[in-house]
């Protein structure tokens, strides 16, 4: 036997000496009388390090007993206390277990021996697993060094449990079986047994509310640098788009179970380790835990701030035991997914010519010159430029690495996490600069947390936490750059020329000029993040009580500076001098030698927060009694005239019976400055009840089909407190009558002299303002199948009543300067949010895991104040989803049957006439007369089609492994989601500007011609200049913007231990990835998940990666 496996025996012995035997010299000294075993049980805990293990349903704690101990072995006292019961007890390590004595003669009634091996997902033997009869647990027995075990059941209903720290538990029925080998599954953390809820954390088994946990490996789909751009189709109701790849603005919008409200913000709050903080900031290798709290019982404690729902974020702690390091490295090159494809100068102008050719029947370009444009005849006067390809690299560089170290002892315990990440933009930069305007993002995070036991009851936390970045990018914002490459058309310039002189057209921008020769812009930000808690547990007061205390400050700091210049420019060449062969140039702009003075932007915040909780928790024999109560409060200062301040109190009380009935009360009671006095406190409740059927009875025939069955329900109040302005601004103290300046009143005469300045009434004052209210509804069913699937299904009602907003209708006699605000507003949300999990252990060598979400919400409005002329009407928003998207209705393209006189474009009698443009002619699309008046106007636009967030997001894939390979697939997608291209854009449709702007798409062909009158077209009659009437929103733009995109896919390899011991390393693993390198779309100009009409915006990346995962 080599050394290594002698070591490992030598330990495994001592752990099965510790865990048959009572280490000398553990005494009590304690003394009752005649009083319930139930009542001894928790005396005894709260005096020693010992917990009590028992069947609650097969023993009696009600049986009085007594024990006069004074310095007495714990063997000897506990044998003393139960010498006149039917009770026999077993002790391991720290755990008492008891159990009847007609139940623990299972060693004069083993009957069936069973032997068998247990290993690792990797076929290595596990040492030291604890294997136990279930409903006996006196019969028991350990693995030996090479993972091999033997054991005496009473007969072949028994039921075999494994356990073994670091692992997730596993149970297996004998049946008939003699050999019952095992593969362990690791779970080096119990976050799989319980999960995060508000202020706290519950058994799994126990949650009622509607509560979706993930792993942060879960969420590790992609090389983002925001974790917010891997949430939707990964977790179940969350609903969430990418509108950007622009690193440092890239974040993604998401709602849980979608939006509800018509005004303000539909975000989720974000707490980390309960403090509110940002999501998109935080590195993934810092998380511990990701919750997400969907309906009421979830969120009501958090009263005011809970209406959108709440995510809650646990960063990584230290455990007790040896200090485990871990590394992380990878980097990406990266490309955009999708860019816009655009015609070349030659079939630009070839396309021109053909559209004029079918106005008038004359060409406005020669053959030869498209000619001069198609070969490259001279680049500098004709040239062609696919202005995309001129501002964006073919490829850029990420680097992402992380680093965490955690460890510790029973009295302290430790964890600290660096990561960096660096992401280089793909836009163009000119190395011949003294400056950079490319765009890059380099961020610092790091974070510490330390739990320290002062004493046995005393338990004292401390985190820091925070990050450092800064981004780089051209002075000009990245959207106008993009912005200018569509207006810029193939033939005008070229990038510059070979003397250096920079060409300009007078009607447009020169892009690569604008990104590479005005200078730069660079920001920086910080934040830290600090909290302080005390927890003390009264257990020798009230077992089960404790006391928490929590102080947080955090800090958040930005500065920016920008320089710029002026190009100097030149008006594009048209000739070249005939002696000297030079360009002929003429001045268009002298611009700048030097960059301008800098510009310094400066935001700063902080904000304290403060907790006080008591807690309660404990079990009388079949019964569990938990309990919270809890106050708050909040102070936030970003150096407005006043802080913004909350304060309130939680609460929550929860039973159980017999683990199987479960009931519960939640509130939140919150105050807020933004009301009056009378109004500024709002209560919110919330009950839930839940039902464990697979441990009832009659279950237990069908407990290897359906191993779980959880029916839960629940309903409840969240509110809001905040007003937002049609800006988006968040407006404060509604209740108070504003006061503004004016010009004042003039006297004498109209001379400035006489003019004296006053105040007037501002914004009017509504004292009786209060709380929205959201009342929420959930049902939900958990399912288990064949120990191996789980099911999570969860059905949802939300009505938000008393909506803020100002009145859009109401008599000019009422004499307000501004209309005034009011609870005007009632949106209704429903919908479902599904889960599949499949893990299956095939062998030794095989496992295979699958996974899928469906996420599903709509809304409706069914109360809001509009003007009179749409109220009731089909103009009306009211019964229509939030965002919906209103435009004309189109009947086709206009045929020539539909006109009087096809030349001068007049109509037949009967027919709408547009009044966008001065005639129509056939091939132009034709609407839909709403209100009947014989014309085609702004007032005959309708609800068309839905609302450009989309109602429906998934998301499915597959982990496979064989022995060290894996290999993994993510797809993600998202249904009912809408769009209007080209919207107000008077160069999007081909030929709108005579080719002074606007570039035209490759698929300008499918168009309606003379020669092609089809209605089945993309574009209608392509003319010579704007045409109003076809570039009006309506359905005939209106795209549906559903996709299905492969949002990760990757292959690893983990290298063999006996390969990587020598390193001292524990495990190692490399791998490759891909992240967005497929799409799938009906849309296929542009990426639809942008948020563009015309497809010209920064584009969402497609990454290729290479990595490095080890463990010390």
């Known amino acids: 036997m080599n050394l290594k496996k002698k070591l490992v025996l030598f330990l495994a012995i001592l752990f099965s000496l510790n865990l048959f035997a009572q280490a000398p010299g553990e005494s009590l000294t304690i003394s009752f009388q005649n009083i319930p075993l139930s009542e001894a049980i928790k005396k005894i805990e709260s005096v020693s390090k010992y917990t009590f293990f028992y069947d609650a349903l097969k023993l009696d704690v009600n049986q009085k007993v007594s024990l006069k101990a004074n310095n007495t072995p714990v063997r000897q006292a506990i044998s003393q206390m139960l010498a006149k019961s039917n009770i026999k007890f077993e002790i391991k390590q720290s755990q008492i277990i008891l159990y009847n004595k007609n139940n623990a003669s299972g060693k004069n009634q083993t009957k069936i021996a069973i032997h068998g091996n247990v290993t690792d997902v990797n076929g290595e033997p596990l040492i030291g697993v604890t294997v136990s009869v279930k409903d006996d647990p006196s019969i028991v027995t350990i693995t030996n060094v090479d993972g091999i075990y033997d054991i005496n059941v009473p007969d072949k209903s028994a039921i075999l449990q494994f356990k073994y720290i670091g692992f997730a538990s596993r149970e297996e029925a004998v049946n008939s079986r003699k050999i019952i080998n095992v593969v362990l599954q690791d779970a080096s953390t119990q976050l799989e047994d319980v999960v995060v809820v508000g202020y706290g954390v519950q058994k799994k088994a126990s949650v009622v509310a509607a509560i979706t946990s993930v792993k942060p490996q879960q969420l590790q789909v992609g090389t983002t640098r925001s974790l917010s751009n891997d949430l939707a189709g990964n977790i179940a109701g969350i609903i969430g788009v990418q509108r950007s790849g622009e690193p440092g603005y890239d974040n993604s919008e998401f709602w849980i179970r979608g939006m509800s409200s018509f005004k303000g913000s539909n975000s989720p709050l974000v707490l980390v380790d309960g403090v509110e903080r940002s999501l998109n900031n935080i590195d993934i290798s810092e998380i511990e835990s990701f919750s997400v709290l969907k309906d009421a019982s979830a969120s009501a404690v958090y009263g005011v701030r809970g209406a959108n729902g709440v995510i809650l974020i646990t960063t990584k702690r230290g455990h007790s035991g040896k200090t485990t390091i871990n590394v992380s490295v990878e980097h990406s090159i990266t490309r955009p997914a999708k860019l816009p494809s655009f015609l070349n100068a030659a079939d630009y102008l070839t396309l021109l010519n053909n559209i004029n050719i079918q106005e008038t029947g004359t060409e406005l370009y020669s053959p030869e010159l498209i000619d001069k444009y198609r070969t490259g005849y001279d680049p500098e006067l004709y040239p062609d430029i696919d202005w995309i390809d001129a501002i964006t690299k073919d490829f850029a560089n990420n680097t992402r690495a992380s680093f965490d170290l955690s460890g510790g002892n029973e009295k302290l315990r430790y964890s600290f996490v660096g990561a960096y990440y660096n992401e280089q933009g793909i836009t163009e930069t000119d190395k011949t600069q003294a400056w950079d305007s490319g765009i890059s993002v380099n961020r610092f995070n790091l974070r510490t947390n330390v739990d320290m036991n002062v004493t046995s009851t005393t338990l004292l936390t401390f985190n820091i936490g925070g990050y450092l970045q800064q981004r780089n990018a051209p002075k000009d914002g990245i959207d106008d750059i993009f912005s200018a490459a569509f207006k810029a058309t193939p033939y005008m310039v070229p990038l510059i020329y070979n003397n250096g002189c920079i060409p300009k057209p007078r009607e447009n921008e020169n892009p690569w000029a604008k990104l590479t020769q005005s200078g730069f812009k660079r920001e920086a930000e910080s934040k830290l993040e600090t909290l302080f808690a005390v927890e003390q547990d009264l257990k020798g007061i009230l077992p089960g009580l404790k006391v928490k205390g929590i102080f947080s400050y955090d800090y958040y700091s930005r500065n920016g500076v920008d320089r710029g210049k002026s190009p100097r420019y030149y008006s594009p060449a048209t000739q070249r001098d005939p002696v000297t062969g030079e360009l002929i140039l003429m001045v268009l702009n002298e611009g700048d030698e030097f960059l301008g003075y800098s510009r310094w932007e400066e935001y700063g915040n902080y904000s304290t927060y403060l907790e006080g909780n008591i807690t309660y928790d404990q079990r009388f024999g079949d019964h569990s009694v938990s309990a919270l109560l809890l106050y708050n409060q909040r102070n936030y200062d970003d150096g407005d005239q006043v802080p913004y301040r909350t304060q309130g109190f939680a609460g929550r009380a929860a039973y159980t019976y017999a683990d199987r009935y479960i009931a519960e009360f939640n509130f939140g009671y919150n105050g807020s400055e933004n009301f009056a006095k009378g109004h500024r406190f709002g209560f919110f409740p919330s009950i839930a009840a839940g039902w464990i059927v697979s441990e009832e009875e009659f279950m237990r025939p069908v407990q290897n089909y359906i191993n779980k069955l959880k029916l839960r329900a629940s309903y409840g109040l969240a509110g809001n407190d905040r007003f937002y302005n049609d800006d988006g601004s968040q407006k404060r103290f509604a209740y108070i009558t504003t006061i503004g300046s004016t010009d004042g009143y003039k006297w004498g005469n109209s001379n400035a002299f006489y003019e004296k300045g006053g105040l007037r009434e501002g914004d009017p004052g509504v004292e009786n303002l209060t709380w929205e209210t959201v009342k929420k509804a959930n049902v939900g069913i958990e399912l288990g199948l064949f120990k191996m699937a789980e099911i999570q299904l969860d059905f949802f009602h939300e009505r938000r009543e008393n909506i803020f907003?100002?009145?859009?209708?109401?008599?000019?006699?009422?004499?307000?300067?501004?209309?005034?605000?009011?609870?005007?507003?009632?949106?209704?949300?429903?919908?479902?949010?599904?889960?599949?999990?499949?893990?299956?252990?095939?062998?030794?060598?095989?496992?295979?895991?699958?996974?899928?979400?469906?996420?599903?919400?709509?809304?409706?409005?069914?109360?809001?104040?509009?003007?009179?002329?749409?109220?009731?009407?089909?103009?009306?928003?009211?019964?229509?989803?939030?965002?919906?998207?209103?435009?004309?209705?189109?009947?086709?393209?206009?045929?020539?049957?539909?006109?009087?006189?096809?030349?001068?474009?007049?109509?037949?009698?009967?027919?709408?006439?547009?009044?966008?443009?001065?005639?129509?002619?056939?091939?132009?699309?034709?609407?839909?007369?709403?209100?009947?008046?014989?014309?085609?106007?702004?007032?005959?636009?309708?609800?068309?089609?839905?609302?450009?967030?989309?109602?429906?997001?998934?998301?499915?894939?597959?982990?496979?492994?064989?022995?060290?390979?894996?290999?993994?697939?993510?797809?993600?997608?998202?249904?009912?989601?809408?769009?209007?291209?080209?919207?107000?854009?008077?160069?999007?449709?081909?030929?709108?500007?005579?080719?002074?702007?606007?570039?035209?798409?490759?698929?300008?062909?499918?168009?309606?011609?003379?020669?092609?009158?089809?209605?089945?077209?993309?574009?209608?009659?392509?003319?010579?200049?704007?045409?109003?009437?076809?570039?009006?929103?309506?359905?005939?733009?209106?795209?549906?913007?559903?996709?299905?995109?492969?949002?990760?896919?990757?292959?690893?390899?983990?290298?063999?231990?006996?390969?990587?011991?020598?390193?001292?390393?524990?495990?190692?693993?490399?791998?490759?990835?891909?992240?967005?390198?497929?799409?799938?779309?009906?849309?296929?100009?542009?990426?639809?998940?942008?948020?563009?009409?015309?497809?010209?915006?920064?584009?969402?990346?497609?990454?290729?990666?290479?990595?490095?995962?080890?463990?010390?």
């Open 805 to 1112: 907003m100002q009145r859009k209708n109401y008599p000019s006699s009422a004499g307000f300067p501004s209309l005034p605000w009011a609870n005007y507003g009632i949106v209704t949300n429903k919908g479902f949010d599904f889960s599949l999990d499949l893990n299956k252990q095939i062998n030794k060598d095989w496992f295979i895991s699958a996974r899928a979400s469906v996420s599903y919400a709509r809304n409706k409005i069914i109360e809001q104040d509009e003007d009179l002329g749409v109220l009731g009407t089909y103009r009306s928003s009211t019964g229509k989803p939030v965002g919906q998207i209103f435009g004309l209705v189109s009947d086709g393209l206009f045929t020539e049957e539909d006109f009087a006189d096809v030349t001068t474009g007049e109509l037949k009698p009967g027919i709408p006439v547009p009044k966008f443009s001065d005639r129509v002619y056939p091939g132009d699309i034709k609407y839909v007369d709403m209100n009947g008046d014989g014309e085609i106007t702004e007032t005959d636009k309708t609800a068309i089609g839905g609302t450009v967030n989309p109602e429906l997001v998934y998301g499915f894939g597959v982990n496979l492994s064989y022995k060290n390979v894996d290999f993994g697939a993510f797809f993600q997608g998202n249904g009912r989601t809408y769009r209007i291209i080209g919207e107000n854009q008077t160069n999007f449709l081909p030929g709108s500007t005579i080719g002074a702007e606007g570039n035209i798409f490759t698929n300008a062909s499918d168009a309606w011609t003379v020669e092609n009158p089809s209605q089945d077209v993309f574009y209608p009659r392509l003319h010579m200049g704007y045409n109003a009437n076809n570039a009006q929103s309506s359905d005939w733009w209106l795209k549906d913007m559903s996709m299905l995109r492969l949002k990760n896919i990757e292959l690893g390899y983990s290298f063999s231990k006996n390969l990587i011991k020598k390193a001292a390393m524990e495990y190692a693993r490399i791998f490759i990835r891909g992240t967005n390198l497929l799409q799938f779309s009906k849309f296929d100009l542009w990426d639809p998940e942008l948020s563009t009409s015309n497809g010209l915006k920064y584009p969402i990346m497609a990454t290729y990666s290479i990595g490095l995962q080890v463990r010390f």
